[in-house]
């Protein structure tokens, strides 16, 4: 069955560091994958999307890779600030399949 | 531009009760809309897509009875929880497709916190 890892464990890194999240997945072909943000109690925000042809895509101090052989996505933040503590969840796509399938997330806590 | 709004944002009930959820795309029109489910510390699961005018598609394991959706209109979408059970105690999202954006674009609304005694 279709599988999407996050690493379940909280990542602690000081302000002004890079962050750095993982997203693995077996059993599955995406055409796409994206990266959300979400706050405690609140719905996912849409960061970037990267296609299945594309190996990296960068927004501001993101940056999203996406490895399409060993089925991972890399996700940084460089100069990590404390508004940046939230969860991040990937999500992946299908062609002709609107429906996300998402990761269950990783929440990073940056300390400042 | 593209805000999708849900009402209410919390709500508690007694056992047995049915609690209707809104979902609204406020400043464009969906075609289709999604609604998942998040328990704690879970990912988000999807429960059914709903189309405009038409029969949603609901996940297998998700029992199209206890929760009816309703899309009728390009911009509203609603979600019943019939004889909710504290098992149904969740955190529902619902996310909407702009007509004529992109197939990848969605735009999720801020939740619904439903709790059930």
């Known amino acids: 069955s279709q599988k999407i890892e996050q690493n379940s464990e909280a990542l602690n890194i000081q302000e002004g560091k890079t962050a750095t999240l993982t997203c693995n997945y077996t059993?599955?072909?995406?055409?796409?994958l994206q990266w959300y943000r979400q706050d405690p109690g609140r719905g996912p925000v849409f960061l970037l999307l990267i296609r299945e042809n594309e190996k990296e895509k960068r927004k501001e101090r993101l940056k999203v890779t996406f490895d399409t052989t060993l089925k991972q996505s890399l996700f940084h933040i460089t100069a990590s600030q404390p508004a940046d503590s939230a969860t991040y969840l990937c999500?992946?796509?299908?062609?002709?399949?609107?429906?996300?399938?998402f990761g269950s997330g990783t929440r990073l806590q940056v300390q400042p | 531009g593209a805000v999708v709004s849900q009402h209410p944002s919390w709500v508690i009930c007694k056992s047995g009760t049915s609690v209707k959820i809104e979902c609204r795309s406020l400043?464009?029109?969906?075609?289709?809309m999604f609604w998942y489910r998040q328990f704690p510390k879970q990912s988000l699961m999807l429960m059914a897509t709903?189309?405009?005018?038409?029969?949603?598609?609901?996940e297998q394991g998700v029992e199209k009875d206890k929760f009816l959706i309703n899309h009728a209109s390009l911009t509203l979408s609603t979600l019943t929880v019939t004889s909710a059970h504290p098992e149904d105690s969740s955190f529902y999202i619902c996310?909407?497709?702009?007509?004529?954006?992109?197939?990848?674009?969605?735009?999720f609304g801020p939740g619904t916190r439903l709790t059930v005694l």
């Open positions: 709903s189309n405009e005018g038409s029969k949603a598609t609901y």
């Open positions: 059993n599955y072909s995406p055409a796409y």
């Open positions: 400043d464009f029109q969906a075609t289709t």
């Open positions: 996310s909407a497709t702009p007509a004529s954006g992109l197939d990848n674009e969605q735009f």
């Open positions: 999500a992946l796509g299908s062609t002709g399949r609107r429906a996300l399938t």
